[in-house]
């Protein structure tokens, strides 16, 4: 392929531009617009805007019904009734088309594709709110107002202005719920669910000071025992008789019946 020398001013600009949108007014088009369901049963609708600038939004979860489930009324349905004025919808007709999540997971979802592809005005509002855990602040966008591509609104078109009034003046703001208004004043600390009261710390007791340790006396020491061997009893002698003048023979002695040695001491030498 010829490779054909282009200079392109405005692509050149929009290599430079992106990011995020604003709280504001811009210009953008309707790159996607999904019809879902909540669990409670109301009906929603996520929007994927890209503006003149190159820059991006997603609004997730904008109930389109006049009530909720619940049966309170439903803010955003006048603002859902604007975009589809102003984006031109006439059956409100859903198609097919594959979606593609943050994560790059395709599903197939039902689309509303007579909004995909119009440029349109928009106010759009980012918001500072907590998450479902209560732990962490986080920032949504919704959509807070839908103009004309040419800035007016239905309202002004409805009594002929000829130029826009409404969308030129409005000033949007970010906007921050109470809940994380405490979050943030409390340091980052969850707040306590409601009724339950704090507990309040006990306060501890002084330490009194610990006495100086006296340096240990070194024991004496233990001789061991000596077990003292008993007393032998005295085994009383036999007396003797007179002295003879001879001793008897040992069989003359026997004969006599007279005892040889000291059996008492039998074994004791």
């Known amino acids: 392929m010829?490779?054909?020398f282009n200079l392109n001013t405005?692509?050149?600009?929009?290599?430079?531009?992106?990011g995020a949108m604003a709280s504001g007014v811009h210009t953008v088009t309707i790159k996607e617009a999904w019809l879902g369901e909540t669990k409670n049963g109301n009906n929603v609708i996520d929007l994927e805007f890209v503006s003149d600038k190159g820059?991006?939004?997603?609004?997730?979860?904008?109930?389109?019904?006049?009530?909720f489930t619940t049966g309170s009324k439903n803010s955003s349905f006048g603002v859902w009734n604007e975009l589809a004025i102003v984006g031109g919808m006439q059956t409100g007709a859903v198609v097919p088309m594959e979606r593609t999540s943050y994560n790059g997971e395709k599903t197939t979802q039902n689309a509303f594709s007579e909004l995909i592809g119009k440029t349109i005005m928009i106010g759009l509002q980012i918001v500072h709110d907590m998450n479902k855990d209560g732990d962490k602040v986080i920032k949504r966008r919704n959509l807070y107002r839908a103009f004309y591509a040419d800035g007016r609104s239905v309202a002004e078109v409805q009594a002929g202005e000829t130029v826009a009034k409404n969308s030129a003046n409005l000033k949007?703001?970010?906007?921050?719920?109470?809940?994380?208004?405490?979050?943030?004043a409390s340091g980052g600390a969850?707040?306590?669910?409601?009724?339950?009261a704090p507990v309040a710390a006990a306060p501890i007791a002084p330490v009194a000071p610990?006495?100086?340790?006296?340096?240990?006396?070194?024991?004496?020491?233990?001789q061991p025992a000596v077990a003292q061997p008993a007393p032998v009893a005295q085994?009383?002698?036999?007396?003797?008789?007179?002295?003879?003048?001879?001793?008897?023979t040992q069989a003359a002695a026997v004969a006599?019946?007279?005892?040889?040695?000291?059996?008492a001491l039998a074994g004791q030498f």
């Open 256 to 263: 006599a019946q007279m005892p040889v040695g000291n059996p």
């Open 10 to 18: 405005q692509a050149a600009v929009n290599a430079g531009q992106g």
């Open 55 to 67: 820059e991006r939004a997603s609004v997730f979860g904008m109930c389109i019904d006049e009530t």
């Open 190 to 196: 969850a707040a306590a669910p409601a009724g339950v």
């Open 210 to 222: 610990v006495a100086p340790v006296a340096a240990p006396v070194a024991a004496a020491p233990v």
């Open 172 to 184: 949007i703001e970010d906007y921050t719920t109470k809940d994380a208004e405490a979050f943030k």
């Open 235 to 248: 085994v009383a002698q036999p007396a003797v008789a007179a002295p003879v003048a001879a001793q008897p």
């Open 2 to 4: 010829a490779f054909a």
